[in-house]
């Protein structure tokens, strides 16, 4: 089954709730925390819909080194039809880099970085923080805050199309 966009971000938004208050537990973790988010998403998606294409860590860019966090719908047979999102968890280590980082994985989304066979693709960046300074930039980056917990947010920004 295919997955929309904006079935992803409200999936997104129900995981937050759900699991959201926890997060503030994985900031001080070295070595971050952005696996387990990938783990822990697909699997409640794929708990609310086992039918659902999700994959991890894929390599969709044009440089053999590079590789997006999740791929939603890879099968399906239109490629505006594939999600390539990345993700951004800020940690106690990271927190200055945070924004740099996010900035970054925009610009690797660029769709003349992806193959051929992921042009046209839809993707997104999500990110996951705790410093006010990460949250007005995100604002002011166009991002929409889905989340709120007392200090933790959750942002998401659509850049293609």
């Known amino acids: 089954m295919v997955l929309t966009y ?7 938004i129900d995981w937050c709730n759900e699991r959201g208050s926890t997060f503030k537990y994985y900031f001080p973790l070295k070595g971050g925390w ?3 988010v990938q783990a ?9 819909d086992s039918t659902y294409d999700i994959l991890r860590e894929v390599q969709i860019y044009k440089d053999v080194y590079q590789r ?10 239109l490629v505006t039809d594939k999600i390539a ?11 200055n880099d945070f924004i740099a980082g ?3 994985d925009i610009a690797k989304l660029a769709q003349p970085k992806l193959k051929v066979q992921f042009q046209t693709c ?13 949250h007005d930039w995100m604002v002011t980056n166009n991002f929409t805050i889905i989340y709120n917990y007392g200090e933790v947010g959750c942002a998401i920004k659509k850049l293609y199309p």
């Open 40 to 48: 822990d998403f697909a699997a409640y998606v794929l708990a609310k």
């Open 85 to 95: 999102i990345e993700i951004k968890c800020q940690t106690f280590l990271s927190q």
């Open 34 to 36: 952005e696996l387990w």
């Open 6 to 12: 904006d079935q992803y971000a409200s999936y997104l």
């Open 102 to 104: 996010v900035g970054a």
């Open 68 to 77: 997006v966090d999740m791929l939603f719908n890879e099968n399906a047979p």
């Open 122 to 134: 839809q993707t997104g960046v999500l990110g996951i923080y705790f410093t006010q300074q990460a």
